[in-house]
């Protein structure tokens, strides 16, 4: 079945350091692609999304691209802000008959001033 | 445009009790989906509601039951409640077939005591 695999954390960086958050997917079809952020005590916010291979999905300073001769679609961001602390969740939709958006775990992040 | 609502925010609950949980959809949209979120995990599918039916279901017993409005607003039900069922319960929205991507909720808070 579908499964997504991320990076485990917590990741713990210092204001306007370069983010890396890696993950990896496995679907059949053709998935969107999508990276979800959870901030403390809040649902689930979609903060970007990619719906077929190559295309970059871009928000807020985020960034990831659809590789799907990786089967990846690692969040970057050059400069990260306290506020970006949070929890980020990659994810991907299913195509066929219903829609279904797997997750994987979850990182959270941390930056301190 | 109004987004996805749920109520109640928090519930304590008792094993062996019911539970009813209820989510407005997004307006524009026509499918409600429900996951449920363990502490420090990410969502998992429970089933999928579309035009009044369940579209889709996630590894959940029969016990997880749900209904779906003509105005596309949803509940979940719980029977039996178990303390594994201590989650947050997110429901989201989108507009099936033409877009994947799901609008949360903010979520209820079960605890099952």
Same mark, same amino acid.
């Given at each position: 079945? #579908? ?8 990741? $713990? ?10 993950? $990896? %997917?496995?679907?059949?079809? %053709? ?7 959870? %901030? ?14 190559? #295309? ?27 506020? #970006? ?16 958006? $797997?997750?994987? $775990? ?8 | ?6 109520? &109640?925010?928090?519930?304590?609950? @008792? ?15 026509? @499918? ?14 429970? +089933? ?6 369940? =579209?889709?279901?996630? =590894? +959940?017993? &029969? ?13 979940? =039900?719980? =029977? ?25 909720? &903010?979520? @209820? ?5």
């Amino acid at each position: 079945g #579908d499964s997504v695999t991320q990076m485990e954390g917590p990741v $713990t960086l210092s204001e306007e350091a370069f983010l890396t958050i890696n993950c $990896t %997917y496995t679907a059949t079809g %053709y998935p969107s692609l999508f990276w979800y952020v959870q %901030y403390p005590g809040e649902g689930l916010q979609l903060l970007l999304k990619a719906t077929k291979a190559d #295309d970059k999905g871009s928000n807020k300073g985020f960034e990831a691209t659809y590789r799907k001769e990786t089967t990846s679609f690692h969040l970057e961001k050059g400069s990260v802000q306290v506020s #970006d602390s949070a929890v980020y969740f990659c994810a991907l939709g299913a195509s066929g008959g219903y829609q279904k958006v $797997t997750f994987g $775990t979850g990182t959270k992040l941390q930056v301190i001033p | 445009e109004t987004g996805v609502t749920q109520s &109640p925010t928090h519930l304590i609950k @008792t094993r062996g009790q019911q539970v009813t949980l209820r989510c407005s959809s997004q307006s524009g949209h026509n @499918t409600v989906s429900w996951y449920q979120q363990a502490l420090g995990q990410g969502p998992q599918f429970i +089933f999928q509601y579309y035009r009044e039916e369940e =579209n889709g279901r996630g =590894n +959940f017993p &029969p016990r997880f039951s749900g209904l779906q409005f003509p105005n596309y607003s949803s509940e979940l =039900n719980v =029977n039996a409640l178990e303390l594994d069922d201590s989650a947050l319960y997110l429901c989201a929205s989108s507009f099936y077939p033409e877009i994947r991507e799901q609008y949360f909720g &903010p979520g @209820t808070r079960l605890t099952v005591t």
